[in-house]
């Protein structure tokens, strides 16, 4: 570590899931209306295309802690696709770093585990990825995103700039991706914020780092509620298909966070 850091939270689910939500979601997701919005050219967008009427499944039947480890599944039955996932309320993260050791299922279609921290700064709700399996393009190697959005009035999730007078962000950010294929051993993943910037982790080694001091980036200035999630079919991405080897699990065996002294 650079910092002189204290740690300051672990979580090794020796007491179940105390002060976690686990999620129970069966919501139908439609086909998102086309928009004329011109995006710049140095946002990347999401091109995937979106599949209508799909279904997102969360179950707490998929959520289990099992040798003090946590163990979220996901499954097909006879409905669908299920996946699972859950959210810590027992306190917020914001400067400082953030660990967690984890290992995650094979890289295969329709199938995204994803750990995050998620917050809001205003209007917008602000996802920062730390450890995800897969990037949009590229397949099979972690990535890692600071991801905004927000909500209209009517609860539809708009994919337009948010604005505040002197500074615009865009709602995607272009993923990070490491050199080489994530395994399926166990790995720690990083995620380590300060004043000046925004820095990704994977297994001790630094991955990549963002310059957080930039207006665009201001909207991740504020403390998140770190997020598991084991997915299966979800809108936006991928479907699963006979590739798709199912169930599948990631496992978590600690999450450990460190604040600066001063």
């Given at each position: 570590m650079n910092k002189n850091y204290k740690l300051t939270f672990e979580e090794k689910f020796e007491n179940g899931l105390a002060d976690w939500e686990i999620k129970e979601v069966d919501e139908l997701v439609l086909k998102q209306k086309e928009t004329d919005e011109v995006i710049p050219d140095f946002v990347r967008n999401n091109t995937d295309v979106?599949?209508?009427?799909?279904?997102?499944?969360?179950?707490?039947?998929?959520?289990?802690?099992?040798?003090?480890?946590?163990?979220?599944?996901?499954?097909?039955?006879?409905?669908?696709?299920?996946?699972?996932?859950?959210?810590?309320?027992?306190?917020?993260?914001?400067?400082?770093?953030?660990?967690?050791?984890?290992?995650?299922?094979?890289?295969?279609?329709?199938?995204?585990?994803?750990?995050?921290?998620?917050?809001?700064?205003?209007?917008?709700?602000?996802?920062?990825?730390?450890?995800?399996?897969?990037?949009?393009?590229?397949?099979?190697?972690?990535?890692?995103?600071?991801?905004?959005?927000?909500?209209?009035?009517?609860?539809?999730?708009?994919?337009?700039?948010?604005?505040?007078?002197?500074?615009?962000?865009?709602?995607?950010?272009?993923?990070?991706?490491?050199?080489?294929?994530?395994?399926?051993d166990w790995h720690i993943f990083g995620y380590e914020k300060t004043d000046i910037d925004a820095i990704f982790y994977l297994d001790g080694i630094e991955c990549f780092r963002i310059d957080i001091d930039h207006p665009m980036f201001t909207v991740f200035d504020c403390e998140g509620e770190i997020a598991l999630m084991l997915g299966a079919n979800l809108p936006r991405t991928e479907a699963c298909n006979e590739e798709t080897k199912l169930p599948c699990s990631m496992e978590v065996e600690y999450i450990k966070f460190y604040e600066e002294v001063q």
């Open positions: 979106v599949r209508a009427d799909t279904y997102v499944r969360f179950s707490k039947e998929n959520v289990e802690v099992c040798d003090s480890k946590l163990i979220l599944k996901a499954k097909k039955d006879e409905i669908g696709y299920c996946g699972a996932s859950v959210q810590y309320h027992g306190r917020k993260f914001g400067k400082g770093l953030i660990e967690v050791k984890a290992k995650l299922p094979a890289c295969m279609p329709g199938i995204w585990p994803k750990i995050l921290l998620n917050g809001r700064n205003g209007v917008a709700h602000t996802d920062e990825i730390f450890g995800q399996i897969k990037g949009i393009n590229d397949k099979g190697k972690n990535s890692f995103a600071l991801f905004a959005y927000y909500f209209d009035q009517y609860g539809e999730h708009r994919n337009e700039y948010l604005h505040s007078g002197y500074q615009r962000w865009p709602s995607f950010y272009p993923t990070m991706d490491n050199d080489e294929p994530l395994s399926e």
